[in-house]
Structures are given as C-alpha cells and as structure tokens.
C-alpha cells in the first residue's frame, strides 16, 4: 500500500519582489553619478566593471534612463558619444548655452582650420601633402592648431615612399559634433550642388568667356569714353 502523496502547494502570493527593483534602481543612480563627474564619455565597459554588471545590462539601463529624461522634458539628456555614455545640454536650448559659453570668448576656429578639420575627417586617415593638395595651400600651421587643440592626431604612417604620418580626428573631435563614431558625419552628398546647378554655373561661365573680338570692341569703347590721365612729373620736372 503506498502513502498518500500530497498535493504540491500553491505559490505563495505576496508583494513582488522588491529586491529587483532596488537593485536596478541603485544601478542607475550610480550611472547619473559616474557620467555627472566624468570629464569624458564614460564608455559602457568601464560602467559594467565598476558596477559588476554586464555591458549589455549598462546599456539597457542607459537607454532607459535617456528615454526618462526625454519624456519628462528636461533641459538636459543622456547621449552616447565617442563610444560612452555624457550629459550634455537639449539641443534646442543651444541659443542659451552657447551664449552662456562664448561669453568673453574669442577663441574659436577660423575658416581655414574648419576646412583642414573637415577634410581630415572625410578623408582620414590623411597626410599634410594631400590636405595641401586639396586645399591648394600649406596647411602645417592649420594642421598645428587643429593637433593642438585635440581635434587631429597622428593615427600611422603611409607605406608609400617617404613614410608620411598620416592624421585621424580624435574622440574629443567626435564629443564636440556629439557624435558617437565617424560613420554619423552627414553624407558629402548632402553638400554637393544638384546637376541642374552645375548646369546653371557652366551656362554662366561661357557667357563671362565671351568671343574676343567682342571683349576687344568692348574695352575699345571703354577706353574713348575714358578721358586720358594726367602726365606725372618726371625726374627733372620735379627738380631733380
């Protein structure tokens, strides 16, 4: 005769657990207080590691997070950038921040620079003799300022003759551009003049190349109606 066996027992029905939800509540905390002190993006890596997590659980809590800051309408937000996680200011508060921040400032980049960083960005990994190429002019002393403010670097060197060093643009390049790596630059195309444009400037410059007999009359006419200059004095008219 066997024993009775008894039926299993029903779930306990209680609260939910509140241990989860503490503990994915102190890890965000301690990604807005890691990312608040930072001077730099803090890459999701360096998050799992000092919050003993794994990457994928930073990131689906930083997502999270971002998409909070988002719907509450803050003036702030949460964005990846060169590869890690900062705060930085709503876009379109950027009237009011970059008043705050030029305030008094008078350092910023010149034409010249803007066109050397924008090609080593394009172009990279790149030399100083095909910048110069492009630009048509020296760009060493661009090139100086550009390294020295952080924005370019050396990133190798070309296996061609001479061994060129060959210039990359930097993270703080892409944290300036709140970019989070070089395949988010907008598209060169996006640039560029549509065909019936082109068209339009060719049409323009064979009007300006007229026929050379007709520019010959032209300066002819012009030159009658001018009246002659006046004679300058010559040496010995001037006593000398």
């Not at 799992?48 to 994928?56: G, I, K, T, Y």
Request: hydrophobic letters at 40%; aromatic letters at 4%.
């Amino acid at each position: 005769m066997t024993a009775d066996v008894p039926p299993p027992a029903d779930p306990p029905v209680g609260p939910p657990d509140r241990a989860g939800e503490q503990h994915a509540h102190d890890l965000v905390r301690a990604i807005e207080a890691i990312v608040m002190v930072a001077d730099r993006p803090v890459e999701p890596s360096l998050l799992a590691q000092l919050l003993e997590v794994p990457a994928s659980r930073v990131e689906e809590l930083a997502d999270a997070l971002a998409q909070s800051y988002a719907a509450a309408g803050h003036g702030f937000e949460l964005v990846r950038v060169a590869g890690g996680y900062r705060f930085q200011s709503h876009p379109d508060l950027a009237p009011y921040v970059e008043r705050f921040v030029l305030e008094g400032q008078s350092a910023r980049l010149s034409a010249a620079a803007l066109e050397t960083l924008a090609i080593v960005a394009y172009k990279q990994p790149v030399s100083r003799a095909q910048v110069a190429a492009i630009r048509g002019v020296d760009p060493d002393g661009v090139m100086r300022t550009l390294q020295q403010r952080g924005y370019i670097e050396p990133v190798g060197k070309d296996p061609g003759p001479g061994q060129a060093v060959l210039y990359g643009t930097t993270a703080t390049f892409l944290e300036k551009l709140g970019l989070d790596s070089i395949d988010q630059l907008p598209p060169l195309a996006a640039f560029v003049p549509g065909a019936e444009v082109v068209e339009a400037l060719e049409q323009t410059l064979r009007a300006d190349r007229a026929s050379p007999d007709a520019t010959d009359a032209a300066d002819a006419a012009d030159a009658a109606d001018d009246p002659a200059p006046p004679a300058s004095p010559s040496e010995d008219d001037a006593g000398g």
